[in-house]
């Protein structure tokens, strides 16, 4: 059983004051585009500032580097999230998307075959969650390269395992949702500041 991080605090307390220009440039950058910093910033940036040097070209691969689709790679990272029970990542790449909790245009607990999906979208859903299950059949593999090629099936692997890494970053040291759709909603000019 997979144990979501939501299921559980925090098992390590938030440094509020990072060390290094890097660090604290990353939190300036998060409260700017979503709201506020981020907790993995607090818990495991601030602790391990190397990793995320590291793991900066990976960011930036991520948003600008993959030829596939935005509202595609949304769609992947949203239910890998979902598939691993993160939280935390489920809420970011929604709030990236520009999507709120409340909205169902992409999977919580459906499948691969939903029918508000296309051909191209069913068969990437049904890799990643083939993978994300242990295996991918030779059936899933076949579908997926009747409607990808070759590089896209790549970036789509990519995608799958780098959404993993993060989210078996979150998930184990209990890092839940920040709540980026709610203040994405908050923000949203009109929107009122009961909401």
């Given at each position: 059983?997979?144990?979501?991080?939501?299921?559980?605090?925090?098992?390590?307390?938030?440094?509020?004051?990072?060390?290094?220009?890097?660090?604290?440039?990353?939190?300036?950058l998060?409260?700017r585009?979503?709201?506020k910093?981020?907790?993995?910033?607090?818990?495991?940036?601030?602790?391990?500032?190397?990793?995320?040097w590291?793991?900066?070209?990976?960011?930036?691969?991520?948003?600008r580097?993959?030829?596939?689709?935005?509202?595609?790679?949304?769609?992947?990272?949203?239910?890998?999230?979902?598939?691993?029970?993160?939280?935390?990542?489920?809420d970011?790449?929604?709030a990236?998307a520009?999507?709120g909790?409340?909205?169902?245009?992409?999977?919580?607990?459906?499948?691969?075959?939903d029918a508000?999906?296309?051909?191209?979208?069913?068969?990437?859903?049904r890799?990643?969650e083939?993978?994300?299950?242990?295996?991918?059949?030779d059936?899933?593999?076949?579908?997926?390269?009747?409607?990808?090629s070759?590089?896209?099936?790549?970036?789509?692997?990519?995608?799958?395992?780098?959404?993993t890494?993060?989210?078996?970053l979150?998930?184990?040291?209990?890092?839940?949702?920040?709540g980026?759709?709610?203040?994405?909603?908050?923000r949203?000019?009109?929107?009122?500041?009961?909401?």
């Amino acid at each position: 059983m997979i144990v979501s991080a939501s299921e559980h605090g925090l098992r390590l307390a938030p440094l509020d004051r990072p060390r290094g220009l890097l660090l604290r440039l990353f939190n300036w950058l998060m409260r700017r585009r979503l709201g506020k910093e981020m907790m993995p910033a607090r818990v495991i940036y601030a602790r391990f500032p190397g990793l995320l040097w590291r793991s900066l070209p990976f960011y930036h691969l991520m948003e600008r580097g993959l030829g596939l689709p935005r509202s595609l790679r949304h769609l992947i990272e949203v239910r890998v999230s979902v598939l691993n029970g993160c939280t935390f990542c489920e809420d970011l790449h929604r709030a990236n998307a520009g999507l709120g909790r409340e909205n169902d245009a992409l999977p919580l607990d459906g499948t691969s075959e939903d029918a508000r999906y296309d051909a191209r979208q069913r068969a990437a859903l049904r890799y990643v969650e083939e993978i994300a299950r242990g295996g991918v059949t030779d059936a899933g593999f076949a579908a997926l390269r009747a409607q990808f090629s070759e590089r896209e099936i790549v970036e789509l692997t990519w995608l799958q395992a780098f959404t993993t890494y993060l989210n078996r970053l979150a998930v184990p040291l209990g890092i839940g949702s920040d709540g980026f759709c709610e203040l994405q909603a908050r923000r949203r000019p009109g929107a009122s500041r009961t909401e």
